[in-house]
């Protein structure tokens, strides 16, 4: 079983930060978080989506479709959005620290 969706994301997005070369403003290092923001969010949806064509495919009784490609697929999406779900509350959890900050 192969699970590359998400974490070959990952690898590829701490690679890409890692090869970076520093940014001239914040302008475009929030441009570009907000770029990999989105483009990991829609990576969750098109896995949620596929797990939901598999699924409605399988409960048709479409015979290219087995049991086990469904579970994978569902337990896949599950993971990108718990992981997404945990993402968030990190940003928030920093977002409140730094708002509870002495200027």
Known sequence: MRVDGLNNEMQAM???????????????VGANFGDMLSQAVNNVNGLQKSSGDLQMRFDRGDADV???????????????????????????????????MPV
């Open 66 to 100: 087995s049991l086990s490609d469904v579970m994978i697929a569902r337990n896949k999406s599950s993971v990108a959005f718990e992981a997404t779900i945990q993402v968030r509350n990190k940003l928030v959890e920093a977002y409140k620290e730094l708002m509870n």
């Open 14 to 28: 701490m690679l890409e930060a890692a090869n970076s070369k520093p940014a001239a403003n914040a302008h475009q």
